[in-house]
């Protein structure tokens, strides 16, 4: 006979029972701080009908220019195109570049930037010169040496307070010069003290000053450089991940895979996403709408194995429109039936 209180004792906790439209709906309560390099980035937009008398080269005629936030502040547009609010802080320099970052993160709604200034340092920019949606060149113009060290004892302050108001914490590493060393593991305990969770995505195979972070999402290339082991086949990613948990002491792995798509690792079995074969894949801006998904649904109890697939779901809908997109709440569930 069917017995109520063994049914109650071993029925799944509620988030297991969450549908995919109720985990998306959680999203928007989300508030998570992200640290990390800020950049700009341009994007020229045009059109190429003839060579250059000049020299062998295309000539762009220039139809309309748009400018976004990126890097680091790229994540934290994707968590608030999620609904989720966000602490950001981060460093620019006193050029224009930095002024014009400094605007457009803080005309976005549901953000507190708190981007410090260094003076004579060059603000990263990126520049993307496009005809019919297709990369010609790309100019960057950055300084990657370290931020000041009593900038850095700053940011540290800041992020301290930051986080005692947020409830999860992005590294966002696009090795800029702000998530050096000892900056970047200072994050990682002062986190730990404060009961935050903390994700992170590096910049190289050079894990080390992130050990200790819950989840890190490097790429495959990473993942490799940090273990010395192959990463090719799902069995070898998955060898590797745990050598890189062992090694640093991580909650668990979500690998970045380009094309092939993405794995977790540490959620419980092993979940290899695949991304659509049929399909020209445009991987830029992948990696940041995983890392938002990912840190939103965690931040508001989701468990790591759904958060891993609505992170996949936001890899799917990125990879696969042309330009700088955004995961939103229904591209999310459209993105979880697809998969």
């Known amino acids: 006979m069917d017995d109520p209180a063994q049914r109650a004792a071993t029925a799944p906790p509620e988030e297991a029972r969450l549908t995919p439209a109720e985990m998306v709906s959680r999203l928007s309560r989300a508030n998570v701080l992200v640290v990390g390099d800020a950049m700009l980035d ?3 937009h045009g059109h190429v009908e003839r060579l250059s008398p000049e020299a062998p080269v295309p000539v762009l005629t220039i139809a309309r220019e748009v400018a976004l936030p990126g890097g680091a502040a790229n994540v934290v547009r994707d968590l ?4 989720a609010a966000c602490a950001f802080v ?3 320099g006193d050029d224009q570049t930095g002024s014009d970052l400094t605007g457009l993160i803080g005309g976005q709604p549901g953000i507190e930037p708190w ?6 340092r060059t603000t990263t920019r990126k520049t993307r010169f496009l005809a019919e949606g297709h990369h010609l060149l790309r100019a960057d113009r950055e300084q990657t040496d370290p931020i000041e060290a009593r900038l850095g004892e700053r940011l540290l302050r800041i992020a301290r307070d930051a986080m005692a108001a947020t409830s999860l914490t992005v590294l966002s590493d696009y090795g800029k010069g702000v998530l050096i060393d000892g900056l970047a593991a200072a994050l990682v305990r002062i ?9 992170v995505d590096p910049s190289s195979g050079d894990c080390a000053r992130f050990a200790g972070a819950d989840v890190i999402l490097p790429t495959a290339g990473e993942l490799a450089l940090a273990t010395g082991m192959a990463v090719a086949r799902d069995e070898e990613i998955e060898a590797a991940a745990a050598a890189l948990m062992a090694r640093y002491r991580f909650g668990a792995v979500m690998a970045l895979r380009g094309a092939v798509g993405i794995s977790l690792l540490g959620a419980g079995p092993p979940l290899h996403m695949a991304l659509p074969r049929e399909q020209t894949l445009d991987l830029f801006g992948v990696t940041d709408a995983v890392l938002a998904t990912l840190a939103a649904a965690i931040a ?3 468990p790591l194995s759904c958060a ?3 992170a996949g779901a936001a890899a799917r809908i990125v990879a696969t429109r042309a330009g700088t997109v955004v995961p939103r ?4 569930l459209a993105g979880w039936d697809a998969g």
């Open 42 to 44: 341009r994007y020229i």
């Open 80 to 83: 608030t195109a999620l609904g």
């Open 90 to 92: 981060s460093v620019v």
């Open 115 to 120: 981007l410090l200034v260094q003076g004579g």
């Open 191 to 199: 986190a730990g003290e404060l009961g935050r969770k903390v994700l």
């Open 300 to 302: 508001v109890g989701i």
């Open 308 to 310: 891993g697939r609505l």
């Open 329 to 332: 709440p229904a591209d999310l």
